[in-house]
């Protein structure tokens, strides 16, 4: 293997982003509570979508990044329901 230069980043230009983020959370919401890792890649895809939107505007993003936060944590503390109900109301404000 003969490695160059690193693979550049998908940083989701322009509305890109909003599209990329509902499917995030569409997979998110599906795999929440399944066994074998669903929890894991759950939370972990939360807090990506929180960080780019954060990174490509806090302020617009600021309460999308608030619901999303509020929905990690209740998918750590498995209060799966909840989780569902936060993310379900984080796509509604892409």
Do not use: C, Y
């Not at 998110?28 to 490509?56: C, K, M, S, Y």
């Not at 998918?75 to 993310?87: N, P, Q, Y």
Request: net charge negative; glycine share 8%; no cysteine.
């Amino acid at each position: 293997m003969e490695v160059l230069r690193p693979k550049p980043l998908d940083t989701h230009p322009g509305d890109e982003l909003v599209s990329w983020a509902r499917e995030q959370l569409g997979i998110a919401r599906e795999i929440l509570d399944n066994p074998g890792g669903g929890l894991l890649f759950a939370t972990q895809t939360i807090g990506q979508i929180r960080a780019a939107v954060h990174e490509r505007d806090a302020e617009r993003w600021k309460e999308l990044a608030r619901l999303l936060d509020q929905a990690e944590d209740a998918a750590v503390h498995r209060e799966f329901s909840a989780a569902r109900g936060l993310l379900d109301e984080a796509a509604g404000k892409l």
